[in-house]
């Protein structure tokens, strides 16, 4: 299932976030070879963590993180704004736009791990009534974006080859989160259900 859990509410599932964590630990420094801090419990954990962000938690039948994606509003502090800002012409930040980074996938993730995290990054735009998500992404995966139905819109990039990054924005809509369903195997009504779930909680009535 898709969980959407606010960072203040990890401790209420240990197991989730705990291999949250440490599978970001194993893509982004162990196999992306990234310059980050692990700690001793073998988490990856930055200064973003610590804003009290939303993940959206791709948990397995086992309890256990199969994949995860982190958001944050664009009118805060971001990624974007303090380390990828020279990819852009103008300044990304607005009510209305959220940023979403730590795309992580476990180790041994099922093919569909990936397109069911779109449709929950589509599915909680929506529902937090977002018209736009930012981000910044390897710009072997725009093809990736294609064949899903949501490529984004390029805002610029960096480098050449297999080193390059690119800054974009994706438009939330209805129409995106059919198409994702579909690629993702997995009926709208059930993403949506599971989203409103976390909107129920008290946490994110008080957002």
Same mark, same amino acid.
């Given at each position: 299932?898709?969980?959407?859990?606010?960072?203040?509410?990890?401790?209420?599932?240990?197991?989730?976030?705990?291999?949250?964590?440490?599978?970001?630990?194993?893509?982004?420094?162990?196999?992306?070879?990234?310059?980050?801090?692990?700690?001793?419990?073998?988490?990856?954990?930055?200064?973003?963590?610590?804003?009290?962000?939303?993940?959206?938690?791709?948990?397995?039948?086992?309890?256990?993180?199969?994949?995860?994606?982190?958001?944050?509003?664009?009118?805060?502090?971001?990624?974007?704004?303090?380390?990828?800002?020279?990819?852009?012409?103008?300044?990304?930040?607005?009510?209305?736009?959220?940023?979403?980074?730590?795309?992580?996938? !476990?180790?041994?993730? =099922?093919?569909? +791990?990936? /397109?069911?995290?779109?449709? @929950? &990054?589509?599915?909680?735009?929506?529902?937090?009534?977002?018209?736009?998500?930012?981000?910044?992404?390897?710009?072997?995966?725009?093809?990736?974006?294609?064949?899903?139905?949501?490529?984004?819109?390029?805002?610029?990039?960096?480098?050449?080859?297999?080193?390059?990054?690119?800054?974009?924005?994706?438009?939330?809509?209805?129409?995106?989160?059919?198409?994702?369903?579909?690629?993702?195997?997995?009926?709208?009504?059930?993403? !949506?259900?599971?989203? =409103?779930?976390? +909107?129920? /909680?008290?946490?994110?009535? @008080? &957002?």
């Amino acid at each position: 299932m898709i969980r959407y859990i606010r960072a203040e509410d990890l401790p209420l599932y240990p197991r989730l976030s705990d291999s949250m964590f440490r599978d970001r630990a194993v893509q982004f420094r162990d196999r992306l070879g990234w310059p980050l801090k692990v700690d001793r419990d073998g988490h990856e954990q930055d200064e973003y963590d610590a804003l009290n962000p939303w993940y959206a938690i791709l948990e397995g039948p086992d309890g256990l993180h199969r994949g995860s994606m982190r958001f944050l509003p664009t009118s805060g502090r971001t990624m974007l704004a303090e380390h990828f800002a020279h990819l852009c012409d103008r300044p990304v930040a607005a009510p209305d736009i959220w940023e979403c980074t730590r795309f992580c996938l !476990a180790p041994g993730a =099922r093919g569909g +791990a990936g /397109a069911r995290l779109m449709l @929950a &990054a589509a599915q909680f735009g929506s529902g937090m009534g977002m018209a736009q998500i930012a981000g910044v992404f390897d710009w072997r995966m725009l093809g990736v974006y294609r064949r899903m139905g949501w490529s984004p819109q390029v805002c610029g990039r960096d480098g050449v080859g297999r080193d390059a990054i690119g800054a974009g924005l994706w438009q939330v809509s209805d129409s995106v989160t059919r198409s994702l369903s579909r690629a993702a195997g997995m009926a709208p009504e059930l993403s !949506a259900l599971w989203f =409103r779930r976390a +909107a129920a /909680a008290p946490q994110a009535r @008080a &957002a």
